[in-house]
């Protein structure tokens, strides 16, 4: 569009003097003692901060003041130029807020394995990787000869049943005397006694999974002299992979918002995989190295992908808002007195309205969003793109598809 002759001359002629009024300002200030100049080089840290806040301030007058003299200029000329902005209603969200913290995967059912008794390893039953069930055998011991004695242990006890049982009949019977019952009776309890108690420490001798789970490791080969006790006497580990939890040290600050319930979601940068959960446990105890407190969160582990000792980002829900508004945080500003602000839209009239300047107070952020506790309400028309560049009171024109 042609611009009016008009218009050309008198905004070169304001841009003219706007220059030569800063020149001047410039001059007088390299030789003024309250310069930017002679401030930086005292360097005074009150003086630099008060300098900025004064500059700041003057600033935001100006453009101001320019803002309301291109929109005159444009309406005495008659040809208005409006900044182009795009915009969206605020509207009511929910509004969830995640701590992110890591932690290390693990489990309780982890254990090395030890003999109970001492001797050669006679045989092993199981190989690394293996799945086992609670109680199956893993590996045997030489008994010294404990299983024949055993069984002839056995042998006198059922000959010692048979006695008694046939004496009780005829005591029964009135044939016989109590004192023969009776011990026949007794010899057969206690050789009854002396075989459960033979067959506890026979049972040492073989070496069983305390619970279902994969064999990690076997640790000593066939052929081995094992001990019950002292180090390097472990002979397997064996793992539950199915009950995994992730360990996660919490932030004092956040012990009244983080507590069992709370929805959990898991990162596994490793195996590039996301899962939800909830927290399981907190701790009753704050380290006091670094004011933390401990946090259980379960995961699945179906497939057996996740392995203890594993990294993983744990992001907690620590608050949540049902009627909040999130804006951009790029489109927050801060003027001089630390005041945020955003634009809206008002007053729009086909596509055409005014930028307003509102000071806001914003709560936590997510992501590139930041909730606003004040100074939006729902149904404003936020300015987004073009909201750094439009001033307080300024015509804008919307670009909305």
Known sequence: MKKHPRYTTTMKSTSTIFLLVIVLMSACGNQDEGSVSTIISNGNLEELRAKKKELASQLSGLEEEIALLDAAIGEKVGDKKLSLVTTHKASVTNFDHYVELQGNVTTEQNVLIYPEAAGTLLKVYVKKGQRVSKGQMLASIDDGGMSSQLVQMETQLALAETTFK??????????????????????????????????????????RAPFSGIIDDVIKDQGTVVAPAGPGSEVFRIVNLSDMYIEVDVPESYIANVVPGKAVKVFF???????????????????PNNRSFTVEVPVPNADGKIKPNMTAKVHINDYNNPEAILIPQSIVSENAEG????YIASGVKDNVGTAKKNIITTGKTQGDFVEVLSGLKAGDNIIEEGARSVKDNQQVKILNK
């Open 166 to 207: 046939r004496q009780e009949r005829l005591w029964e019977q009135k044939i016989g005397t109590e004192i023969q019952y009776l011990q026949a009776k007794a010899n057969y309890e206690s050789l009854e006694n002396n075989v459960k108690q033979f067959k506890g420490q026979l049972s040492k001798f073989s070496i």
């Open 269 to 287: 940068p490793i195996l590039n995989r996301t899962i939800e959960s909830k927290v399981r446990q907190t701790g009753n105890y704050i380290n």
């Open 339 to 342: 005041e945020q602000y955003a």
